[in-house]
């Protein structure tokens, strides 16, 4: 069971900020993101913490609180768009097929599970490794050390779909990014198309 915690901490400078987080039962995170006046963050790109958090301790901390998955998917998708890990596919609205090294991935925007022995990678929703937990962990690493991932379009039957999930969502701002005020005034919030 994952937990999630919003951790009100601003950036060095002492500018506002926010770090969410999601949290496995054995104090792995799995997503993080940070949001404060001069950007956003994720992990893995910006951020890999490779050792176990202790999820009671940030929740009793006075800057945070516990929030519920339903609230930490909506800050999430206002900001999924914005990571560079979607730059490297060629178009992040369709199935792709790639490799990492030796290890063989699939990106599903629809977020549907494409059976098997296939695991989610940590820090993704639509990202996929073929293998175990461990290779999923190895993936992020990787990934965080910025490798090439090489990308080839899926035959028409590795077209993953979920008729429950759906592969476009709007989310109109502004909940975190107006929350936020940079010297210019608040920033400024967008229609967001996500996958």
Known sequence: MMRYIRMYKGNED???GVTLYEIDEHGWVYRQLQVHSEGVRFSPEDILLRRPVSVGYMAS???AEEI????FELHWAEFDHR???RRSIPNPWRCWRGSLGDFE???IPAGAHPGGPWVRVPGFLRLYVHGTSDDAWSVQRQLFLERE???T??????VYAADDVPVRQVVDGPGL???LWTESGPMQAATVALA
């Not at 519920?68 to 609230?71: L, M, P, R």
């Not at 379009?153 to 590795?158: D, G, I, L, T």
């Open 149 to 151: 991932v090489r990308w």
């Open 153 to 158: 379009a899926p035959v028409a039957s590795e």
């Open 105 to 107: 991935l699939r990106w």
């Open 61 to 63: 901390h006075p800057d």
């Open 14 to 16: 002492g500018g506002p």
């Open 177 to 179: 990014a107006g929350a």
């Open 83 to 85: 990571r560079r890990f």
């Open 68 to 71: 519920s998955a339903e609230e």
